[in-house]
């Protein structure tokens, strides 16, 4: 049973940069197509990007677009998500999780799996 660990939130000024890992254990995440989600106080959770597994093509939500970048060191057995040019609206816990595909629905990525890990904050603010 592979999990994950989120890690790298905390908090930053608007317009800066974060960038959030996501570590397994017990199995090799190159084996599967892995999502970032997040999670705003009173909102559903949301995709946001994912890199497949069998390419490592990757997708993103519309919101995120030209600022996140997705990107996995099978070495390290680590998917990263960099962000660029935060605002106070990507405010939200972050999760990252293992997917059956990265799925397209209206051009932007939309999660499909059922499987998460225990998150980590991030929170843009003056």
């Known amino acids: 049973q592979v999990q994950l660990v989120e890690s790298g939130g905390g908090l930053v000024q608007p317009g800066g940069s974060l960038r959030l890992s996501c570590a397994a254990s017990?199995?090799?995440?190159?084996?599967?197509?892995i999502g970032w989600l997040r999670q705003a106080p009173g909102e559903e959770r949301e995709g946001v990007s994912c890199?497949?597994?069998?390419?490592?093509?990757?997708y993103y939500a519309d919101s995120v677009k030209g600022r996140f970048t997705i990107s996995r060191d099978n070495a390290k057995n680590t998917v990263y998500l960099e962000m660029n040019s935060l605002k106070p609206e990507d405010t939200a816990v972050y999760y990252c999780?293992?997917?059956?595909?990265?799925?397209?629905?209206?051009?932007?990525?939309?999660?499909?799996?059922?499987?998460w890990g225990q998150g980590t904050q991030v929170t843009v603010s003056s």
């Open positions: 999780a293992i997917d059956i595909g990265c799925t397209l629905v209206g051009g932007t990525y939309s999660y499909r799996g059922s499987y």
């Open positions: 017990g199995g090799t995440l190159d084996n599967y197509s």
């Open positions: 890199i497949s597994s069998h390419d490592s093509s990757t």
